[in-house]
């Protein structure tokens, strides 16, 4: 009986862990398990960050150079987003905080064909140069800690 129970409880963990997203929760990240499929959520994520007229500066993709040489691994992409007018305040109230730009976005393929959208919120990225930044760096974080869960909901409504 005690075989059984452990057998069941092992199986059951098993299948969570088959059904959670590829990207855990972890402290300053926003983690969004979705339904849609990876293509569908990249597509999703390009026109969100569109509408809030912020700029697709970057965009890098493992799973597509793997594919070019002739390897398949589950698909996953990298978005840097950012705008210019942000980049230059950032700039004024902090140089080293320059390497940090453009915040990305990530989309992650899960086993079960959806997809994940997770990032690194803005706050938590300009965290390391708030004291060099004063407040004129936190204002700019909290603006784009607003924008870009803002991005978020457009790309992921209703999961």
Known sequence: MLRTILAVLISLATLTAAMAGTVG???GWVVI????SYPALQERLEAAVKAEHMGL???????QGAKAAGV???????????????????L????????EAPIRFYVTENPD?????SYKTPGAVFAP???E????LRTLAGELDAIFAKIAETATPAN
Do not use: C, H, W
């Open 25 to 27: 929760k972890r402290e």
């Open 33 to 36: 398990d979705t339904k849609q």
């Open 57 to 63: 500066v970057t965009s890098a993709s493992a799973s």
């Open 72 to 90: 398949d691994i589950p698909g996953n992409k990298v978005f840097g987003v950012f705008r210019n007018d942000f980049a230059r305040r950032m």
């Open 92 to 99: 004024a109230a902090s140089v080293a905080a320059g390497i």
């Open 113 to 117: 064909g959806t997809a994940t959208l």
């Open 129 to 131: 140069y708030a004291d």
């Open 133 to 136: 930044g004063k407040d004129a």
